[in-house]
């Protein structure tokens, strides 16, 4: 059985939506964090999230949590939908290397951008830069990120830009992206479940 530990309108909403594209069958379990930007929530001792954070699943007694983690756990145990890479794949390299970078590289640069120090601080302002000149020229080639075939990395990195959108930069190539991205229907059926419920059965 898979459960979900969700917040709602928090990252872990791209697993929500990674869950609806895998067409799984999983239950939704509602708590509250702690949200820092606006001081808001709490810990919620239903929350099996070591921090006290989300995402975290939970597999037949096996804890994950990290989006990149849950999202490469997910993929490899759903092959057939096709939204990863197995191992021995000639994609799996660049599967791996975009997951990894979009929460050690993109998260942290438009957190920068955000909290405004790209605007004071050079190194964040470049790091900013590249992430956004890494997408692009991703996207110039595909019209998904890993080329012609819709990923986890496109729920993940698609998931971070639509959140965020209004701190990307202003271009049609990255608008017709994320429009393409958020218009599949599994993410219209995990935007219908993001709302705080006790807890959902969904399949």
């Known amino acids: 059985m898979l459960t979900l530990f969700h ?7 791209r697993i929500v939506w990674l869950l609806e594209e895998l067409r799984a069958t999983y239950a939704i379990e509602h708590v509250e964090i702690f949200r ?21 699943l939970m597999h037949d007694g096996a804890l994950v949590t990290e989006s990149a983690a849950i999202a490469l756990y997910l993929t490899d145990l759903f092959p057939q939908a096709d939204l990863g890479a197995p191992v021995g794949s000639p994609e ?5 290397t975009w997951l990894a970078w979009t929460a050690g590289e993109m ?9 405004g120090r790209t605007a004071t601080d050079a190194l964040a302002r470049k790091r900013y830069d590249q992430v956004n000149a890494r ?16 990923t986890a990395v496109d729920v993940m990195v698609g998931g971070a830009l639509a959140w965020g959108l209004e701190q990307a930069p202003k271009d049609d190539l990255l608008d017709a992206y994320v ?13 219908a479940k993001d709302a705080p419920q006790t807890t959902e059965a969904a399949a």
């Open 92 to 96: 799996r390299a660049a599967y791996l």
């Open 179 to 191: 429009a393409r991205v958020a218009a599949r229907p599994a993410n219209a059926r995990a935007m």
């Open 107 to 115: 998260e942290p640069a438009y957190w920068a951008k955000i909290e």
């Open 7 to 13: 917040a709602a309108q928090s990252r872990s909403g």
């Open 36 to 56: 820092a930007m606006s001081g808001s929530g709490r810990a919620d001792s239903a929350n099996l999230h070591p921090d006290g954070k989300v995402p975290a």
């Open 135 to 150: 997408i692009l020229t991703a996207l110039k080639h595909g019209p998904f990120l890993m080329g012609h075939r819709f």
